[in-house]
């Protein structure tokens, strides 16, 4: 099982930007498909952004695509959400995660994704 430790977040003006990073320890994630989802109060978990292991395919969610990157460096086992022009909407707890099944693509579903990181505040004020 691979530990995934997150870090950025925080409280941001509506138009602002923040930069979430997830780091892998225990084993490396480089065959990972890796993703980003969220989760406000009182809602369910909703995906966010995916990437393949290799980098090559990258799926949004409709509401976060032309706003928000994702990336991976497999030497250094990060994965970041680079989050631009947020909306006091984009309000949550942020949760990277990590799919240890060989799959062509990545998934858009939560349950596909076995480890998570331990979630990270983003609050948009508006």
């Known amino acids: 099982q691979v530990q995934l430790v997150q870090s950025g977040g925080g409280l941001v003006q509506a138009g602002g930007s923040l930069r979430l990073s997830c780091a892998a320890s225990?084993?490396?994630?480089?065959?990972?498909?890796l993703a980003w989802f969220r989760q406000a109060p009182e809602k369910r978990r909703a995906f966010v952004a995916a990437?393949?292991?290799?980098?090559?395919?990258?799926y949004y969610s409709d509401s976060v695509k032309e706003r928000f990157s994702i990336s991976r460096d497999n030497a250094k086992n990060t994965v970041d959400l680079q989050m631009n022009n947020l909306k006091p909407e984009d309000t949550a707890v942020y949760y990277c995660?990590?799919?240890?099944?060989?799959?062509?693509?990545?998934?858009?579903?939560?349950?596909?994704?076995?480890?998570w990181g331990q979630g990270t505040q983003v609050t948009v004020s508006s």
């Open positions: 990437i393949s292991w290799d980098g090559r395919i990258i």
């Open positions: 995660a990590a799919d240890i099944h060989s799959r062509y693509s990545p998934s858009r579903s939560a349950s596909a994704y076995e480890d």
């Open positions: 225990g084993r490396t994630f480089s065959w990972n498909h």
